[in-house]
T-cell receptor, first 116, second 110 residues
């Protein structure tokens, strides 16, 4: 299967700890997105990369959040000093940007974070 | 950011019935995308629409891009239990700050 993969699928951590999630996009896709989703809501945009460049960040992405895509392939999302309000599903998606657009995003299974 | 309004918020139907849901916005979009999300999983792309007035089918699913470019509709015919899930609409465009709609939760009673 060559879809988007995320690791881990579940993470339980104590408040104040740092966590890091990984996303492996579809190999030929040059755009990678991170979203956060809480119960009863749609995915909320956090940030996106085109190749290794981080082109957009939401105001939701506080200073405790950082994302990287060092070689334009996989990406990591780190949350420092986690808070209970960070508990959510973190979704990664990828797409292929062309001159005509890059609208079809393909999602991974998500990482469910629980902060206790 | 701008909002996508989905309706209804939830639907309870009997197996075999047809379903219709829609998504509206105050802004004009060039692309509409429909996704389905199962519990504990990421959204899966169902249908993408690229032109105003376009009608596209994917099996029992049919979606339409509204003529005004401010809305889209998704229809599911002859529903089956595995259609259960949350259906999200999403726009296609350069403003990546825009979030998804809140979704339509579909429950199918066998």
């Amino acid at each position: 299967d060559t879809g988007v993969s995320q690791d881990p699928r579940h993470k339980i951590t104590k408040r104040g700890q740092n966590v890091t999630f990984r996303c492996d996009p579809i190999s030929e896709h040059n755009r990678l997105y991170w979203y956060r989703q809480t119960l009863g809501q749609g995915p909320e945009f956090l940030t996106y990369f085109q190749n290794e460049a981080q082109l957009e960040k939401s105001r939701l992405l506080s200073d405790r959040f950082s994302a990287e895509r060092p070689k334009g392939s996989f990406s990591t999302l780190e949350i420092q000093r986690t808070e209970q309000g960070d508990s959510a599903m973190y979704l990664c998606a990828s797409s292929l940007a062309t001159t005509g657009g890059s609208y079809e995003q393909y999602f991974g299974p998500g990482t469910r974070l629980t902060v206790t | 950011g701008q909002q996508l309004n989905q309706s209804p918020q939830s639907m309870f139907i009997q197996e075999g019935e047809d379903v219709s849901m829609n998504c509206t916005s105050s802004s004009i979009f060039n692309t509409w995308l429909w996704y389905k999300q199962d519990p504990g999983e990421g959204p899966v792309l169902l249908i993408a629409l690229y032109k105003a007035g376009e009608l596209t089918s994917n099996g029992r699913l049919t979606a339409q891009f509204g003529i005004t470019r401010k809305d889209s509709f998704l229809n599911i015919s002859a529903s089956i239990p595995s259609d259960v899930g949350i259906y999200f609409c999403h726009y296609g465009g350069s403003n990546y700050k825009l979030t998804f709609g809140k979704g339509t939760l579909l429950t199918v009673n066998p």
